[in-house]
């Protein structure tokens, strides 16, 4: 542990004791962009840090909520519970499955009711972006500083790596994340999050549009300049919403077409994203292979060895143990805890896709602002959901998910009828034809 993360982590334990309720949100945010995953203090980090002070100043204001009627609260319960049973299948000898899985729950489902506490008003998703614009702004200037020069800033407060990364001759900056396309994910997932806000905080939407491309940018990665083009498209759509279930339909139509036409399964199409030269999207669909060919040793609570599944492998902190590279979130998920952490998972993001189809059928397309921030807040989550195939969350890029996973409930509580009349779908300017007005869209 070293003195100036020492110092930071006491300055955002302080803010989230002071901060008013409203944006004590915020320390979560800043440790995630700008503390290294550490343990340095008795195994916890700085992110678990803030969130165990964050909890408890929730639980003494009466603002931890858990509704037995909501299925993403049940869900996230199980997935805690999945999470610990399923210590009873790995070797103690290896490192204490018990300690490694509090922490995996602390992470998530600690994540999840943080952003239940302090996301919990109608107006959750403008103060989420507020607070993302003053966390990523800083991150942003540090990671074009490390892009420029090479050097990390971020290794004063214990980053892993002094000296950036350089593939093909581009330097990727990565900050205080374990990979530069963590660090660029960070940027890419929060861009549809800021578009909602283009026609009433402008201003705030373009600084954090614009600082989310810099991030993606600076860490010179084709995985994230994916996500940002798969949450535009998802944005996209928008205006064709009326036939999502078709289009649904007819995607996974020619997904299953493909698969059974092409000679390697459609996960392949991984390998074709590279936008800056020099992409693993090869290593990425050959583990979802080779995560298949060895479903039997991992399926039930998941498993240790994971070593012999690639022909190169990444050392571990057990002398002569080796576990293969897993750049895939739901894979890594079923490493630890099997199939039923996978489908815990893949349950809550039913859930959460679900409420969010829901509320915009209950909005009856009347393309009100609320309908279309609500729809953005889809878009982040499919970005994050696909991102998933190609990146383990492994270090504190976790938050960012779960944060979003956290606000849903008050997010989709949000009356039907709120702001109707405030900002519809079409806005009308003077028709300089001299026939009244015209639709002009958003």
């Not at 930071?8 to 002071?18: D, E, K, N, P």
């Not at 915009?360 to 195939?389: D, K, N, P, Q």
Request: charged residues 10%.
């Amino acid at each position: 542990m070293n003195g100036p993360l020492l110092a930071l982590c006491l300055v955002l334990l302080l803010l989230q004791l002071t901060l008013p309720a409203r944006w004590a949100f915020i320390p979560i945010l800043l440790a995630a962009c700008h503390t290294p995953y550490t343990s340095d203090f008795g195994g916890f980090t700085v992110a678990r840090l803030v969130i165990v002070v964050g909890l408890l100043r929730a639980a003494g204001s009466g603002l931890i909520r858990f509704d037995s009627q909501s299925s993403l609260d049940r869900r996230m319960m199980v997935f805690a519970a999945v999470a610990l049973l399923s210590a009873v299948g790995h070797n103690a000898l290896i490192s204490n499955p018990y300690i490694f899985r509090i922490g995996l729950v602390l992470n998530v489902l600690g994540t999840y009711f943080y952003a239940r506490a302090y996301l919990a008003s109608d107006e959750a998703l403008e103060r989420l972006s507020k607070g993302l614009a003053i966390a990523l702004v800083p991150f942003a200037v540090l990671m074009v500083m490390e892009k420029q020069t090479g050097i990390n800033p971020y290794a004063k407060l214990g980053a892993q790596n002094l000296t950036s990364l350089v593939r093909d001759g581009k330097i990727r900056a990565q900050g205080p994340f374990g990979t530069p396309i963590l660090a660029g994910t960070v940027g890419a997932c929060a861009v549809p999050l800021f578009i909602p806000l283009w026609k009433t905080r402008r201003r705030l939407a373009a600084t954090g549009l614009g600082t989310c491309l810099v991030i993606t940018y600076s860490s010179a990665s084709s995985g994230p300049i994916s996500t940002v083009l798969l949450g535009m498209g998802a944005i996209a759509l928008w205006r064709v919403r009326s036939h999502s279930r078709q289009i649904q339909i007819a995607t996974l139509c020619i997904l299953v077409v493909l698969h059974f036409i092409k000679e390697r399964p459609i996960w392949y199409l991984m390998a074709l994203m590279d936008f800056v030269g020099g992409s693993t999207g090869w290593h990425r669909a050959y583990l979802i292979d080779v995560g298949v060919k060895h479903m039997g040793e991992w399926w039930l609570w998941g498993t240790d060895q994971t070593g012999h599944w690639m022909p190169y492998s990444l050392p571990t902190a057990v002398p002569g143990l080796f576990q293969a590279d897993l750049t895939n979130y739901y894979l890594h998920l079923g490493v630890i805890g099997g199939l039923p952490l996978l489908f815990c998972l893949l349950a809550v993001q039913w859930s959460a896709f679900a409420q969010i189809g829901r509320k915009i059928r209950e909005f009856g397309m009347a393309g009100t602002r609320e309908e279309f921030a609500v729809w953005c807040v889809g878009a982040a989550l499919f970005a994050h959901s696909v991102t998933f195939l190609s990146i383990s969350y492994f270090d504190q890029m976790y938050v960012f998910f779960w944060m979003i996973v956290g606000c849903l409930p008050a997010l989709l509580n949000t009356p039907a009828d709120a702001g109707a009349d405030v900002e519809p779908e079409w806005d009308t300017a003077p028709n300089r034809g001299g026939r009244g007005s015209q639709p002009v869209p958003w």
